[in-house]
Nanobody, 121 residues
Framework: QVQLVESGGGLVQAGGSLRLSCAAS??????YGWFRQAPGKDREFVAG??????GYAGSVKGRFTISRDNAKNTVYLQMNSLKPEDTAVYYC??????????????????WGQGTQVTVSS
């Protein structure tokens, strides 16, 4: 059984930083993504990573960095220069398929429970 467990969310002031972690277990996962959902809004893609590359939403490019530690089966999302509009529940997603980074939620098979990120102004 695949499990994705996110951690690292919290409350931070605008301009601050947070690092989210997503620990995976159960099987080898080749592709990971981070998505977020703010109240009243649709879930949106934030960043993705495969063994061959990374991809970012335009709204976070240059501020967020996704990385992975294959030995620990863990993916990270380093978030710098946070803005109030980054406030959302952040979800880790994963797939065993290496088909390239995708912003489509349907491209991922497993999801974590989410972690709240709140950025105050």
């Amino acid at each position: 059984q695949v499990q994705l467990v996110e951690s690292g969310g919290g409350l931070v002031q605008a301009g601050g930083s947070l690092r989210l972690s997503c620990a995976a277990s159960g099987r080898t996962l080749r592709k990971y993504g981070w998505f977020r959902q703010a109240p009243g809004k649709d879930r949106e893609f934030v960043a993705g990573i495969t063994y061959s590359g990374t991809g970012y939403a335009g709204s976070v490019k240059g501020r967020f960095t996704i990385s992975r530690d294959n030995a620990k089966n863990t993916v990270y999302l380093q978030m710098n220069s946070l803005k109030p509009e980054d406030t959302a529940v952040y979800y880790c997603a994963a797939s065993p398929n290496e088909t390239g980074v995708t912003a489509r939620a349907a491209g991922y098979d497993y999801w974590g429970q989410g972690t709240q990120v709140t950025v105050s102004s």
